[in-house]
């Protein structure tokens, strides 16, 4: 795995720093309102450094997943999870998604409308897809985990008896 710093360039560098921005603007939006000067600092600020690592991505998106003790953007390793990305870790844990993915032509408002997403009380947002649609958000792509009850008369498959396995094909996209 390579380090990498504030500042550090490269496409992991970028994608670290994305993510930082991100978890800030998540927890600056859990204490203030979107409109205060601070949260829209930074979201700008996040808007922009997403919007830069998405480009220097292959396809212009960028994916962030957390396996086990680290991150991955697009599938390579950027960092620590136990070092950065708390707030984002959080949401992927409490919608149970195996990733977050942002599409070309992110807005403020659409960052904001996600950030809004995870300084929600669990309880009051029981489905993250229609909050999401309501607030007008096209290019966050929650990427789900999906797991099926494997039938104990096909052994080899899954990890045992009446283990869960993830299901051929799953994992959204």
């Known amino acids: ?33 979107a409109s205060h000067p601070s949260v829209a600092d930074k979201l700008k600020e996040g808007a922009r450094l997403l919007a830069a690592a998405a480009a220097a991505g292959a396809r212009g998106e960028l994916t962030f997943a957390k396996d086990q003790d680290r991150w991955l953007a697009n599938g390579r390793i950027i960092g620590s999870a136990g070092q950065e990305g708390g707030p984002v870790a959080a949401l992927i844990a409490r919608f149970k998604l195996t990733s977050i993915t942002f599409l070309p032509g992110l807005s403020e408002a659409e960052l904001a409308a996600f950030c809004e ?8 947002v029981p489905d993250f897809a229609a909050f999401l649609s309501e607030r007008g958000v096209e290019r966050v792509r929650f990427n789900e985990a999906i797991y099926a009850k494997v039938d104990e008369r096909f052994p080899g498959i899954g990890l045992g008896s009446g283990a869960g396995g993830a299901a051929p094909g799953a994992g959204g996209g």
């Open 1 to 33: 795995m390579s380090e990498t710093g504030p500042g550090e360039e490269g496409f992991e560098g970028q994608c670290l720093e994305a993510l930082k921005a991100l978890s800030k603007a998540m927890l600056q939006l859990s204490l203030y309102e």
């Open 117 to 124: 997403l995870a300084a929600a009380r669990p309880d009051s």
